[in-house]
């Protein structure tokens, strides 16, 4: 994943990259992408995450209507299953000490769901992430993700949201 290079020379929006990496590096579980490193290239930062050979559940779903053709139930109930438990582990972090992170996903739809040929669903981009000890906060009046997909509490800018509104 890399940010754009005009991106990259704001403080806020390099902090913020940063900050994501920092959250999905203490994240390790078989249906979350971890990332695997970070790294500056002249004014651009890139974030290494492990290749998952495969589509996302968005391209899926497109495909599924484009074909006319449903989804089976027992494929939809097992990526479901497994993109909660992704959202479990993050849920339930901790850092070294045993305290817990508060993660908060924040922007779960298809689009951020990926469906490995291993026939593993792993959740992707914790971009918009919020965790206890996250540096960067959402401004007053800013929303992130995507709007679509959010729950009432998160669209209304509540401070205060926890897993509920990933589970939402």
Not at 6 to 17: I, Q, T, V, W
Not at 35 to 48: A, H, I, P, S
Not at 115 to 130: C, Y
Request: hydrophobic share 45%; with cysteine; proline share 4%.
């Amino acid at each position: 994943k890399r940010l754009h290079a005009h991106l990259a020379k704001d403080p806020e929006f390099a902090a913020m990259f940063l900050d994501e990496a920092r959250l999905a590096a203490r994240l390790h579980h078989p249906n979350v992408v971890p990332v695997l490193d970070v790294v500056t290239e002249g004014d651009e930062l890139f974030l290494v995450m492990e290749y998952v050979h495969g589509e996302t559940l968005s391209q899926l779903l497109r495909a599924s209507r484009e074909q006319n053709r449903p989804v089976p139930l027992p494929v939809i109930i097992t990526i479901l299953s497994q993109v909660l438990r992704g959202l479990h582990a993050a849920h339930e972090a901790t850092n070294e000490r045993g305290d817990a992170l508060k993660i908060v996903h924040r922007d779960v739809s298809p689009q951020n769901v990926i469906l490995g040929v291993d026939g593993v669903a792993r959740v992707l981009d914790f971009g918009v992430a919020k965790a206890m000890w996250r540096a960067q906060t959402t401004k007053d009046g800013q929303i992130k993700g995507k709007m679509r997909y959010m729950a009432a509490e998160q669209l209304r800018g509540d401070d205060d949201v926890d897993c509920r509104v990933d589970i939402y």
